[in-house]
Each structure stands twice: as structure tokens, then as C-alpha cells.
T-cell receptor, first 112, second 111 residues
Framework: DGGITQSPKYLFRKEGQNVTLSCEQNLNHDAMYWYRQDPGQGLRLIYYSQIVNDFQKGDIAEGYSVSREKKESFPLTVTSAQKNPTAFYLC???????????FGSGTRLTVV | GNSVTQMEGPVTLSEEAFLTINCTYTATGYPSLFWYVQYPGEGLQLLLKATKADDKGSNKGFEATYRKETTSFHLEKGSVQVSDSAVYFCALSESASKIIFGSGTRLSIRP
């Protein structure tokens, strides 16, 4: 079955360390997105990519970085510059924006 | 800029009650509108969508109608079940670059 796989589901890191969250899709979607969700809040866009080797900053890109070397993969690195990285991170993809997004099951990052 | 406003939760109902979750939007142009559902600890799932005025999206007993005159896309279900307990997000497509989400409404259904 086609879908989006995010790994790991839970991630713990020490403050000051960089960490990379994986997102892989086999839907043949061109566009991919990273969102952050904090408790009781909506989703905020971190980065998005509409095509391989190209990506754009979203509303809260500071302290994060991404790459898009393959159509299937869009990893997110949470750097030590991100002041409050503990959150639930969601990856999504889309074949065309009017069709909506397909989401992964998320990665819960806790920085201690 | 474009925005989505949905009713604050939590909303608590008894099983078999009628559900309405209000959603209004501000947008230039003609966006597509969506409702997503999120179960605890999971990602979001697309529940239904409408791409133009007067379209009605429907799925699993849920319905929403794209009302351009009132800039609304209210979610309704005639008889809710305990399994409908989740967080519901209203959203609109701003452009090819992104979808804007509302803040979410938590729904709890009592047996």
C-alpha cells in the first residue's frame, strides 16, 4: 500500500544536539511538507518542497534544515539553534494542492 | 492574508447526537476547503473536501458544504458515535505551496 512513513515514532535527544527526522513516501507525489504541532494547537509549516532539489521556508523555518535529493525522501534536521524543539512533527505529501495532503503518522521529539 | 477560524473546543456530545463544528474562512480567490481528522498520537487524515462554491463534501456520514456567500464550511454529522472522538481541523488551500489549517476542535463522545 502507498503511504508516508515517518521514523522514528518517538525520539529523545539531549539539548544542543542536532537530530534528523525521516520522511519517506511511495505515492509518487511531487510536493512534500513538514509541519510542527504543539499541544492543543494547530499546524505550523516549517519547510516545503515542490520538486526534487528545491525547497522553500515556511512560517517557522528558523532552527530547522531540510534536503530533497530524491523524490521519495524529505528529511528534516532539527538543529541546536531551534530554541524549543520539543513537539510533534508531521510530514505530508501532495500530488496537487487542491487534492489535499496525505500525512505520515508523526514523530514525537522530546529534548531533555 | 488568508485564514481559517473554527469553533473552540472541547465539544462534548452524547452518542447519537447531532454534530456541528463551525468553520469560517478568509481568502482571496477561490480556495479548496478541507476537513481533516486526527486520532490520538496519529497524523491527520483527510475526511472530506470541496473545491468550489456550493460543492458538498461527504465521507463516513460527515458532510460539509462550501458556502461562498457566508465564507463557511461547517462540518455536520447526523448521529455521532464514540469512535468519532478525535480532533477535527478545517483547512483551505492557499496556493500550490501550502494549505492553511485552523487550530482544531477536540470532540468527545459519551457512550
Amino acid at each position: 500500500d502507498g503511504g508516508i512513513t515517518q521514523s522514528p515514532k518517538y525520539l529523545f535527544r539531549k539539548e544542543g544536539q542536532n537530530v534528523t527526522l525521516s520522511c519517506e513516501q511511495n505515492l509518487n507525489h511531487d510536493a512534500m511538507y513538514w509541519y510542527r504541532q504543539d499541544p492543543g494547537q494547530g499546524l505550523r509549516l516549517i519547510y516545503y518542497s515542490q520538486i526534487v532539489n528545491d525547497f522553500q521556508k515556511g512560517d517557522i523555518a528558523e532552527g530547522y534544515s531540510v534536503s530533497r535529493e530524491k523524490k521519495e525522501s524529505f528529511p528534516l534536521t532539527v538543529t541546536s539553534a531551534q530554541k524549543n524543539p520539543t513537539a510533534f512533527y508531521l510530514c505530508a505529501s501532495s500530488i496537487e494542492y487542491n487534492y489535499g495532503y496525505t500525512f505520515g503518522s508523526g514523530t514525537r521529539l522530546t529534548v531533555v | 492574508g488568508n485564514s481559517v477560524t473554527q469553533m473552540e473546543g472541547p465539544v462534548t456530545l452524547s452518542e447519537e447526537a447531532f454534530l456541528t463544528i463551525n468553520c469560517t474562512y478568509t481568502a482571496t480567490g477561490y480556495p479548496s476547503l478541507f476537513w481533516y481528522v486526527q486520532y490520538p498520537g496519529e497524523g491527520l487524515q483527510l475526511l472530506l473536501k470541496a473545491t468550489k462554491a456550493d460543492d458538498k463534501g461527504s465521507n463516513k456520514g460527515f458532510e460539509a458544504t462550501y458556502r461562498k456567500e457566508t465564507t463557511s464550511f461547517h462540518l455536520e454529522k447526523g448521529s455521532v458515535q464514540v469512535s468519532d472522538s478525535a480532533v477535527y481541523f478545517c483547512a483551505l488551500s492557499e496556493s500550490a505551496s501550502k494549505i492553511i489549517f485552523g487550530s482544531g476542535t477536540r470532540l468527545s463522545i459519551r457512550p
